[in-house]
């Protein structure tokens, strides 16, 4: 079983920044792919950003060049430092991370970790 534990939410000012960070423990597969994942109410669940074991990184076209993911593979860990924030960003924020053992592939979810922008 692996477990992603998720901190750094909160309210902040538009234009201010938040760090999110995700822990993942006990992994019993092999770690590809480390991601953010936002979803606000009424909407579905959107990609924010990836990064891959090689540190490649994707970003959704709404925070490209406002927010940054990384990673650190031996603590298991993954961030998401968002700046310039806007009132649009306010969301949960999924961790997730994807890998695969010898029965496919596999996907665990953080317990969310509210974001919340005001004007």
């Known amino acids: 079983q692996v477990q992603l534990v998720e901190s750094g939410g909160g309210l902040v000012q538009a234009g201010g920044s938040l760090r999110l960070s995700c822990a993942a423990s006990?992994?019993?597969?092999?770690?590809?792919?480390m991601g953010w994942y936002r979803q606000a109410p009424g909407k579905q669940r959107e990609l924010v950003a990836v990064i891959t074991s090689g540190l490649s990184t994707n970003y959704a076209d709404s925070v490209k060049g406002r927010f940054t993911i990384s990673r650190d593979n031996a603590k298991n860990t993954v961030w998401l430092q968002m700046n310039s924030l806007k009132p649009e960003d306010t969301a949960v924020y999924y961790c997730?991370?994807?890998?695969?053992?010898?029965?496919?592939?596999?996907?665990?979810w953080g317990q969310g970790t509210q974001v919340t922008v005001s004007s």
């Open positions: 006990g992994r019993v597969f092999s770690i590809n792919t």
């Open positions: 997730n991370v994807r890998g695969n053992d010898a029965g496919g592939y596999r996907s665990s």
